[in-house]
């Protein structure tokens, strides 16, 4: 019997415009990402991970457009051997078992920050899925790494994002190592991470401080004018020049050099407060970090803070950037922003002791 080859074509052709609708409803990117599957979900097994889509003590409950969200935070030491799995899911409501009424991600400006790094470590490596998205340096045992949500791993869409972090050199990462914090569209600074200790907002991150004193990230600089041109700063101990940009812009040689021979006589800077040649310095980059307030911008200070002629642009720290002598770190007071420069550039200085 033969088959009448217009109804084959009719059904060729009804076959074909329900993929053209399918893909036009789903994208193609389904036909290509179908059977992966979020380390997420309950039969996660796109890396053989178990359910990652909720650490305890890691939910943040946020407002995102007048509406109540819950924002999971991820870092885990037990997915990857001496590194750590990174993941941010939001969902809207509280209380919600994972995968349920997963929205979005709000954070914007997500920063990965590493401290407390052995002498082993000189960086940190950022897989995105199986893909490396580069190596970042290591000064004075941390890094600070900012990625763009087009670097992560997309789960699921725009609704989860995750990374793997391992070690570079000798050593490995663990849980209390990483803190992980983005802004959320209001300003408001979110941190996920026991590097973050149980806080949700507040300031950047702020390792221990040589003046004394113990740095919070959750708390920010406490400050008291000692009326001679010079600020203290109570939370850490260190004595901060009141003129953030009283030299100018130079190299960093030059305003290595200006720093040493700062003196209290009320020649310079409107300093008086009987200092010698010799006790002040530019700041190390964990220092300048101390004074930051993640919350504001332009510049990322404290509001009231006693400082005058702050520059919204990039000062020069002390710290070496390790890979290359010829550079050093600097942080961008517009935002905050941590990064090296070399050393031949032109920055301002801020003086402290």
Same mark, same amino acid.
């Given at each position: 019997m033969k088959k009448?080859?217009?109804?084959?074509?009719?059904?060729?052709?009804?076959?074909?415009?329900? *993929?053209? #609708?399918?893909?036009s409803l789903v994208g193609c990117s389904w036909f290509e990402h179908k059977d992966e599957q979020s380390p997420t979900g309950p039969a996660g097994s796109a890396i053989a991970l178990g359910n990652y889509a909720q650490q305890p003590g890691q939910s943040r409950v946020v407002t995102v457009n007048g509406e109540t969200h819950q924002l999971n935070g991820v870092v885990s030491g037990s997915v990857v051997a001496g590194g750590l799995y990174v993941e941010i899911n939001e969902q809207n409501g509280t209380g919600k078992a994972p995968g349920v009424d997963q929205v979005a991600v709000s954070l914007q400006d997500v920063k990965l920050t590493f401290t407390g790094l052995s002498a082993g470590v000189s960086g940190i490596r950022v897989l995105s899925n199986t893909t490396e998205l580069g190596t970042y340096a290591a000064a004075d045992g941390? *890094?600070? #790494?900012?990625?763009?949500?087009?670097?992560?791993?997309q789960w699921f869409g725009p609704t989860h994002y995750a990374v793997v972090c391992t070690a570079v050199g000798s050593g490995s990462l663990t849980e209390?190592?990483?803190?992980?914090?983005?802004?959320?569209?209001?300003?408001?600074?979110?941190?996920?991470?026991?590097g973050f200790g149980s806080g949700t907002t507040g300031g950047g991150t702020c390792p221990p401080c040589p003046g004394g004193g113990t740095c919070n990230p959750n708390t920010l600089p406490t400050f008291v004018n000692n009326n001679n041109g010079t600020i203290t700063d109570t939370r850490t101990g260190l004595i901060w020049l009141q003129?953030?940009?009283?030299?100018?812009?130079?190299?960093?040689?030059?305003?290595?050099?200006?720093?040493?021979?700062?003196?209290?006589n009320g020649t310079m800077c409107g300093l008086n407060d009987g200092s010698t040649a010799g006790q002040w310095r530019l700041p190390?980059?964990?220092e300048l970090q101390s004074l930051l307030d993640y919350t504001r911008s332009l510049p990322a200070l404290p509001a009231g803070h006693p400082f005058t002629f702050v520059q919204n642009n990039v000062y020069w720290t002390s710290t070496d950037f390790a890979p290359n002598p010829a550079g050093a770190w600097v942080v961008y007071l517009v935002d905050g922003l941590v990064y090296a420069d070399g050393k031949t550039g032109t920055c301002y200085a801020w003086a402290v002791r």
């Open positions: 009448d080859c217009r109804i084959q074509q009719s059904l060729v052709w009804a076959v074909v415009m329900v *993929v053209v #609708i399918v893909v941390s *890094v600070e #790494i900012a990625l763009s949500w087009a670097q992560w791993t209390a190592m990483a803190g992980v914090a983005g802004r959320l569209p209001s300003g408001e600074v979110v941190m996920f991470g026991k003129h953030a940009s009283c030299n100018g812009a130079w190299n960093w040689a030059t305003q290595m050099a200006w720093a040493a021979g700062l003196v209290g190390t980059v964990k």
